[in-house]
């Protein structure tokens, strides 16, 4: 195995040179070396993937197909890992691979998947939205957690009155660890964009205006006059605050 492994880190610098990939083959040998390896060996072949696909894609697809198969958790890792990677060098298989991890009912593949969102938002802010219900709506506390550390504010850039309910639901389920990222999140809000804020903070008062207490005490801090202009302001009673940036 170690021979092996070794052999793969030799075969992945020589993709790195143009007069190899034609001399040696190479494509044609990921594709062969592919089958049968031991675990070790194929979460190594995993961090060839996305310069393969760069030099053949079809030789690439190939590799990455057979790799999708094996369930041992050490290549599901590896192909976890190069998901930032494989969206930047080839968008369509990358997508494909996300949708596949967050299909798994494994929470480290479905995490994976949502950490890739985060890059897809700079790669196609469509396909982005497209696939961020399922996140945040998964059952684990831990995938919800980690689509508001990274995804969520992405969201809020690209639909900034929350049109498709991600942020309002997660904001009422009142998880103190996600509530911390997202209290940040509105405070920003609030201070650039005061538009978005009123359509937000009117849909969460709409459905649970206790929610707000701890976001007002938190702003109470930071600007007490601010918290208090808001609050006359969404009661009907004053006029939309300034944005401060």
């Known amino acids: ?3 092996r492994i070794i052999l793969v880190k030799w075969m992945r610098i020589m993709l790195e040179r143009p007069v ?12 062969q070396m592919v089958r049968s390896q031991p675990e070790v060996v194929a979460a190594e072949l995993v961090t060839c993937v996305p310069r393969l696909l760069e030099v053949s894609q079809h030789s690439g697809l190939l590799v990455l197909t057979a790799l999708q198969t094996r369930q041992e958790p050490c290549v599901q890792m590896a192909i976890s890992d190069i ?3 494989l969206l930047r060098v080839s968008p369509e298989e990358g997508i494909s691979l996300v949708d596949f991890l967050a299909k798994s009912d494994d929470i480290g593949a479905r995490s994976a998947s949502v950490s890739a ?5 700079n790669i196609d802010s469509d396909a982005f939205l497209q696939r961020i219900k399922k996140p945040a709506q998964d059952s684990e506390k831990t995938v919800k957690r980690l689509f508001v550390q990274t995804c969520l504010r992405d969201y809020l850039e690209l ?5 498709q309910k991600i942020f309002v639901p997660l904001w009422i389920e009142n998880d103190e660890v996600a509530g911390i990222r997202m209290r940040e999140l509105l405070l920003r809000m609030q201070d650039v964009n005061t538009q978005s804020f009123t359509i937000i903070a009117n849909k969460i008062t709409s459905e ?5 207490k701890k976001f007002w005490d938190v702003l109470a801090i930071r600007n007490e006059e601010r918290a208090e202009a808001w609050k006359h302001y969404l009661s009907g ?7 401060l940036l």
Do not use: C, Q, V, Y
């Open 1 to 3: 195995e170690e021979r």
């Open 20 to 31: 190899l990939i034609e001399r040696m083959a190479l494509a044609k040998r990921f594709e």
């Open 83 to 85: 998901l930032p990677s």
């Open 117 to 121: 969102l985060k890059e897809l938002a």
């Open 159 to 163: 639909d900034p009155s929350d049109s």
């Open 208 to 212: 649970a205006p206790d929610s707000l």
């Open 237 to 243: 009673n004053g006029t939309i605050p300034e944005p």
